[in-house]
């Protein structure tokens, strides 16, 4: 079984500052990492993933992550945030044995706040 | 390109009555799942399928019950609605190969039992 912590629930920015959400994970075997991002009253969409290869994976809206094995962590990172960033970010993981077919184990999101 | 659609968006209840989530989704993705999201524990999964007639419990599974007879349609029956499943549930699917590791979500169902 594995498990996800993302530490902090909400954390407040300044548009156009820099911005780490953290997460580390827990598994006894290998896993998949994932970021998901909802908007108010949308389903998740995704915002990159780790698979395998490069430990540094760039997503979609200027973000990217860095999976570090031996922390066990998979911080997301934005050099620069906007007003339309504002939402909620989930880090997530899945099972290498079971190819991802066997559903993601979800954080329990950090609420992203872009202050003016 | 409609994609994954649940219905209904918003669904107000009442204790003890059943209540079926739709799910439908136009990719022939293979695998289907549904999570439901409450404050506080994030998205847990509740039952998934790797094909038509194959389903399997996930985390939270106790007080609902899934079927797919169709590739395209998952749907979730609360067969006897108590307040704790208060909540809104996602569907998603993933395709094959590579493609099953990235799932796609629903918009949602806002469910209230009252």
Request: aromatic letters at 12%; proline letters at 3%; a neutral charge.
């Amino acid at each position: 079984a594995q498990s996800v912590t993302q530490l902090d629930s909400q954390v407040p920015v300044f548009e156009e500052a820099p911005v780490e959400l953290r997460c580390n994970y827990s598994s006894s075997v290998s896993v998949y990492l994932f970021w998901y991002v909802q908007y108010p009253n949308q389903g998740l969409q995704l915002l990159l993933k780790y698979l395998s290869g490069s430990t540094l994976v760039k997503g979609i809206n200027g973000f990217e992550a860095e999976f570090n094995k031996s922390q066990t962590s998979f911080h997301l990172r934005k050099p620069s945030v906007h007003i339309s960033d504002t939402a909620e970010y989930f880090c997530a993981v899945s099972e290498r044995s079971g190819g991802g077919a066997d559903g993601l184990t979800f954080g329990k999101g950090t609420h992203l706040i872009i202050q003016p | 390109d409609a994609g994954i659609t649940q219905s209904p968006r918003y669904k107000i209840t009442e204790t003890g009555r059943q209540v079926t989530l739709m799910c439908h989704q136009t990719w022939s993705h293979s695998y289907m799942f549904w999570y439901r999201q409450d404050l506080g524990h994030g998205l847990r999964l509740i039952y998934y399928s790797a094909a038509a007639d194959i389903t399997d419990k996930g985390e939270v599974p106790d007080g609902y019950v899934v079927s797919r007879s169709k590739t395209e349609n998952f749907p979730l029956t609360l067969e006897s609605a108590t307040r704790s499943q208060t909540s809104v549930y996602f569907c998603a699917s993933s395709g094959t190969g590579d493609a099953k590791n990235i799932q796609y979500f629903g918009a949602g169902t806002r469910l209230s039992v009252l």
